[in-house]
């Protein structure tokens, strides 16, 4: 019998890499059979906004409302390729947010996260996402490093599709 994934997770944060885990989640998700569902997740760190010294509320709004747009077209997408699809905003430290809180409380199966986009000095000094996530997890990870044809794509590649948006 073939291990079938019903609840996957894939943390959405803008960037190249989480782009590629969400099209490889559709694609696995629909692989899965009509009860499989992916829900996207985005976390807003709001230790970003702590050493800020006018913080307003409306900055995390401004970030908020980022988020639902990209969450939006993602969602959208999978549902027109016939995926069940929700998603959610979440506030505070992504790393156990993603790795334990959320798929706790979803009865997640299979996270899949893009890797990470930082260099070695950026790891060492603040951590990777993806790299806790892989260690921590309650469920299953995916590290997702390569496009729908399986072909990688290089960190330059990802930094400039990341920086035009």
């Keep these: 019998m073939a291990q079938q994934y019903k609840r996957i997770l894939v943390p959405i ?4 890499e989480a782009e590629l885990a969400f099209k490889k989640a559709v694609a ?15 976390v807003v760190d709001t230790r970003a906004f702590q050493n800020i010294s006018s913080f307003d509320t409306t900055m995390v709004e401004q970030v908020t409302e980022t988020a639902k ?10 549902k027109e390729a016939g995926v069940k699809c929700e998603y959610s905003i979440e506030y505070g430290a992504p790393k156990s947010i993603i790795a ?3 798929p706790k409380e979803l009865n997640t199966d299979l996270i899949m996260i893009g890797a990470t986009g930082l260099n070695a000095v950026e790891r060492l ?9 892989t260690r921590a ?4 990870v995916l590290v997702v490093r390569t496009d729908l044809a ?3 794509v ?11 948006k």
């Design 13 to 16: 944060d803008g960037s190249r």
């Design 28 to 42: 696995v998700t629909q692989r899965n059979g009509d009860d499989a569902e992916l829900h996207l997740l985005h």
């Design 69 to 78: 747009k990209t969450l939006d077209k993602y969602a959208a997408e999978a």
């Design 100 to 102: 334990q809180e959320v």
């Design 125 to 133: 000094l603040i951590g990777s996402v993806t790299e806790y996530v």
């Design 137 to 140: 997890a309650v469920c299953d």
């Design 150 to 152: 399986n072909k990688p």
């Design 154 to 164: 290089s960190a330059k590649e990802g930094a400039q599709a990341t920086n035009k």
